[in-house]
């Protein structure tokens, strides 16, 4: 008898056959064929329904296909689809005035692109045209997209493809406490970061730089959480360097850590440019560097962006904001977080090889470790992946070593699908355990 292939073995096969080997994708050669996707949930081209705990790596921000930011594309594909920057259209520039609202400090003026990729290489170029020098300070773990500068500034190496990279981009110690050298706690660990950015600047550049760019929250890190002073002790000396501090909150940005709109905010401090992407339009493709503007001003010459402010992502944007406006989502992220955090780390006890659960919000990490010890277990991180997919919930995986299991849920997350994620991640714990 011939075995019969499902659906999703047959696009699969096809993916193989048409689309570069180097896209990734999850659950070896079952990888999930997605077919639609409605509010917290997603089906597979079988049919079978998932609980969303990854929103497209934390891009999705208010709910799949949600109605409010729907309507709104769809009003705006009406009225004109496309104009590229050279034109002027008043939803990019309404949602300009309500990223320039929302964000801490002096920052401004807005330039739009179509990725967290393109609104970080548009900081760095910003930045290097203000200050007049070229060197960037930037962290190991750090993930910062997959165009040439962005993959220079990514610490990474299985993230770093094609061999071409910036030599004026420096990589400096990370606050990673949970992995930091043995004897040293978090006030000790700050003390050998700074030595760390010190030396640096002394030992590899002029003594003068650019910037220092850094997340709040590191993504593909494994989300990790910088200490609570950790930029404040950090930008006095990028500051005396002459140069300025880029906020990646391309996966922090727009509510993702609670009580606040970025999630620097959490720090105190106040950045001279600030990158977005992701959740911003709710899985429309955009990008957004703001700057004070000054720092926007020193760009001189021209340029534009094809699809940089295109109205129908404008429009998506403008409404997915609102809509975090409107029902408060920024405080509802807090308050579900704490509940979030407090219910992972009752699975910590529970589990001996989660050595580690961190994070703000509603975006956690689980650092999974052969125990005893600390010793990555990136097996059992893609069993785990694997096993929540077959229990029916969608999770996602980084880490430098591939060993963190990373979780964000909507920001409008019903209490009781919190509940029912949380529910299923148990026993998909127990399953690898």
């Known amino acids: ?141 750090a993930y910062s997209g997959r165009t040439a500068t962005a993959m220079s500034l990514t610490a990474h190496g299985t993230w770093r493809l094609g061999g071409v990279f910036d030599g004026t981009i420096k990589h400096v110690r990370n606050p990673y406490v949970y992995r930091a050298p043995a004897g040293l706690d978090a006030e000790r660990l700050l003390d050998l970061c700074v030595q760390d950015l010190e030396e640096t600047l002394a030992t590899v550049t002029s003594g003068r730089i650019a910037a220092f760019m850094a997340e709040p929250i590191q993504g593909v890190g494994g989300f990790i959480v910088a200490p609570e002073d950790y930029f ?53 493709p955009i990008g957004c560097t703001i700057a004070t503007p000054e720092v926007a001003d020193a760009l001189k010459g021209l340029t534009f962006a094809t699809f940089g402010g295109n109205p129908v992502t404008m429009a998506a944007a403008l409404a997915t904001i609102e809509y975090i406006e409107r029902h408060d989502l920024v405080r509802h992220a807090e308050v579900q977080g704490e509940r979030f955090l407090s219910r992972l780390r009752a699975l910590q006890d529970d589990h001996a090889f989660v050595g580690d659960v961190r994070g703000m919000g509603l975006m956690a990490g689980l650092e999974l470790v052969a125990s005893p010890g600390k010793t990555p277990d990136p097996a059992r991180a893609t069993a785990l992946v694997a096993a929540a997919r077959t229990r029916g919930l969608l999770i996602g995986k980084g880490g430098l070593y591939g060993n963190v299991v990373r979780l964000a849920p909507h920001l409008n997350v019903r209490p009781g699908d919190l509940d029912d994620g949380l529910d299923l991640l148990a026993q998909a714990l127990d399953d690898v355990a």
Request: charged share 25%; aromatic share 10%.
């Open 232 to 284: 404040r002790r950090i930008l006095p000396i990028v500051r005396e360097a002459g140069g300025l501090f880029i906020a990646d909150e391309v996966q922090t940005g727009w509510g993702r850590t609670g009580r606040y709109w970025c999630g620097i905010e959490h720090w105190g401090v106040e950045p001279d440019i600030m990158t977005f992407a992701k959740g911003m339009a709710n899985g429309s």
């Open 1 to 141: 008898m011939l075995e019969t292939r499902t659906r999703s073995q047959e696009v699969a096969e096809r993916h193989r056959e048409f689309i570069f080997p180097a896209v990734a994708t999850y659950y070896g050669d079952e990888p999930l064929v997605v077919d639609r996707a409605k509010d917290q949930y997603v089906w597979d081209i079988e049919g079978k329904r998932y609980l969303d705990f990854f929103g497209g790596v934390l891009t999705v921000s208010v709910g799949h296909c949600n109605d409010e930011v729907t309507a709104a594309i769809h009003a705006q594909l009406d009225r004109v689809q496309h104009t590229t920057t050279l034109y002027v259209n008043e939803v990019m520039v309404k949602v300009a005035q309500k990223v320039a609202e929302k964000t801490p400090g002096r920052l401004q003026k807005c330039f739009f692109t179509s990725s967290g990729s393109e609104a970080n290489e548009t900081a760095i170029m910003a930045a290097r045209a203000y200050t007049g020098q070229s060197d960037v300070i930037t962290l190991r773990h």
